[in-house]
């Protein structure tokens, strides 16, 4: 899993997980202690796919742009990943790995595409309700 995907998933759920409220980049990368340049590429590339909306201001930010019912991981993953690596398969020796990698994938696609943002919620770590309450028991 790249940086790019984590992220690209981390933020519908944290979106998910605090409805009616916007997210910011700033508060993404601190909930999570990561880079905020790596979350605002992900939020970039979200927003052009239409899985989050942003909105832009002093009180902007970011939410879902459907329902976390509506929002099909196997998408997300699928926008926030595209394959660099087929190219390094073309030599006959690694050919049966190019075979054995396009299985795999299939795979795993298939399996996201059953699945929804919502059924990822519910997970404490993404509330920031939660992470408050953490914060100020310190």
């Not at 993953?77 to 660099?84: F, G, L, N």
């Not at 795979?107 to 100020?136: C, I, N, W």
């Amino acid at each position: 899993m790249t940086i790019l995907l984590d992220n690209g998933l981390r933020l519908p759920l944290l979106a998910a997980s605090n409805p009616g409220r916007l997210i910011t980049i700033e508060e993404a990368s601190t909930t999570f202690e990561a880079s905020h340049a790596h979350f605002a590429k992900a939020a970039n590339r979200l927003v052009r796919s239409a899985f989050l909306e942003s909105l832009r201001g002093r009180n902007g930010g970011l939410r879902l742009a459907r329902s976390p019912e509506q929002i099909c991981l196997g998408e997300v993953v699928a926008a926030m990943t595209h394959s660099t690596c087929d190219n390094l398969f073309e030599n006959d020796v690694l050919r049966g790995w190019r075979c054995v990698r396009a299985g795999a994938r299939a795979a795993y696609m298939r399996h996201l595409q059953e699945r929804s943002l919502a059924d990822l919620l519910g997970d404490p770590v993404f509330s920031l309700e939660s992470k408050v309450t953490e914060l100020q028991a310190l």
